[in-house]
């Protein structure tokens, strides 16, 4: 499995943590919202453990334009690769 599949599907994982809906991510042009009905306040969650379980951090400008899972996870891997070109 390689690193985008695995982010894949770590963050299937921690939705289905915070909504207790089964995610299946099937493409990776899925919408974080319509597709697995995240909320504001779920979508919130969802970040902010994302943030903790790959020590990144994300600010709204970051995440403007960020839609889909793909979206989503070009961002994880930009900002991992920043975090360890500053360590």
Known sequence: MNERTEIIARIADLIEQETDIHVEVTDESQSLRDSF???SVDLVSVIMRVEAEYNIRMNQADLEGVTDIGLFVD???????AT???A
């Open 75 to 81: 961002l994880i891997q930009s900002k991992r690769a």
């Open 37 to 39: 009905g995240l909320d």
């Open 84 to 86: 360890k070109i500053a």
